[in-house]
């Protein structure tokens, strides 16, 4: 965690666009979160850029959705989720906000003379977004600390999530059938000068089954085989898709939810009720249509007879995932 608030004693008047600049950790490299303390009235829009000691540089690295503050004396923390952005080791960013890109009003930047974090400084400009803000040196750079918090962790691929918990969306699924199998996986883009990866983009994926009723294999790996069925998918982009399984159960209704039965409960009126099956399972995922094999297994044990859900979700490399995707199947003696 960087943080600059320390001592932060004034705040900036009219200038639509501030931050400051980071020098991100050796380990720690990936952007989870910023904030900055911001004490007008605006609406602004969270941007990350490389940083080349006096303009910002290369494409916006995460350019946020806009956001509302109102004005408070010592100023209010606005959070700006970049979704886990990965970026250079020891590289130097500018994390701003601004007006330009489509906010209003005047944001009143926080900040201070001080210099409690070593590793950047307060940067301004009046440019036009992005055009100006690559092009032309930023007016105000140094000399100054902005009022910035910023969250790095560590990219490695444990911190990815693999989706262990129960999905609850209510995403959808459309299509059946099997996918086409369509496109060239595309290349990823080359390394800008940063060499940082700029995903802010969902992964976006579909399912089916080509069979909702089967039999449960006895015995082996999730995914293989002879039994179960096949599992279609499409993603929209390379990565990872985790699946997991709720069972159908009969609950009692207890004010508007559905619980499990109790000697209390047990005269309320029924109700289904889906409890999550203890386990889940992660499948690479290629660009386009996918196949898999479920044979009816989850966390090393076979699903008994029963009426089920097939919960699946995408993990892209940068760690955003797409909607879930649901789909009921019946496992069979
Ligand atoms: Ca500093």
């Excluded at 006096?54 to 806009?66: F, S, V």
């Excluded at 985790?242 to 508007?256: A, E, H, I, P, W």
């Excluded at 209390?264 to 660009?287: E, H, I, L, M």
Aim: net charge positive; hydrophobic share 30%.
């Amino acid at each position: 965690m960087i943080d600059a608030t320390a001592g932060h004693d004034n705040s900036t008047g009219g200038w639509p666009t501030w931050g400051e600049t980071v020098t991100v950790p050796a380990t720690d490299s990936r952007l989870t979160t910023f904030s900055l303390l911001l004490a007008g009235d605006a609406t602004v829009r969270g941007e990350v850029y490389a940083w080349d000691g006096t303009k910002a540089t290369g494409p916006a690295l995460y350019e946020g959705p806009l956001q509302s503050v109102t004005a408070t004396p010592n100023g209010t923390e606005v959070v700006f989720d970049t979704g886990g952005l990965n970026l250079t080791p020891g590289g130097h960013y500018a994390l701003f906000a601004t007006t330009r890109n489509g906010g209003s009003g005047d944001p009143g930047f926080r900040f201070q003379g001080g210099d409690p974090y070593a590793g950047g400084y307060a940067v301004g400009t009046y440019g036009a977004a992005s055009a100006e803000w690559t092009t032309q040196n930023w007016e105000f750079a140094g000399a100054y600390e902005t009022a910035l918090k910023a969250t790095f962790v560590n990219p490695s691929p444990t911190d990815t999530p693999t989706g262990s918990g129960t999905p609850t969306g209510s995403g959808t699924p459309t299509g059946s059938g099997t996918p086409p199998a369509t496109g060239t996986p595309t290349t990823p883009p080359a390394g800008g000068p940063t060499g940082a990866a700029a995903d802010k983009i969902k992964p976006v994926l579909t399912s089916s089954l080509s069979s909702s009723v089967f039999q449960a294999a006895g015995a082996g790996p999730e995914f293989a085989s002879k039994v179960g069925t096949n599992v279609y998918f499409t993603a929209s982009e390379a990565g990872n898709v985790s699946f997991t399984v709720d069972r159908r159960t009969q609950g009692r209704k207890v004010g508007t939810k559905c619980t499990a039965k109790t000697k209390a409960n047990a005269k309320n009126k029924r109700c289904t009720r889906w409890v999550k099956v203890k386990g889940s399972f992660t499948v690479p995922a290629k660009q386009g249509a996918n196949k898999v094999k479920f044979r009816g297994r989850i966390g090393g044990k076979k699903l008994t007879p029963g009426r089920y859900r097939l919960y699946s979700q995408a993990i892209d490399s940068t760690g955003m995932k797409s909607k879930v995707s649901r789909k009921r199947f019946k496992i069979v003696r």
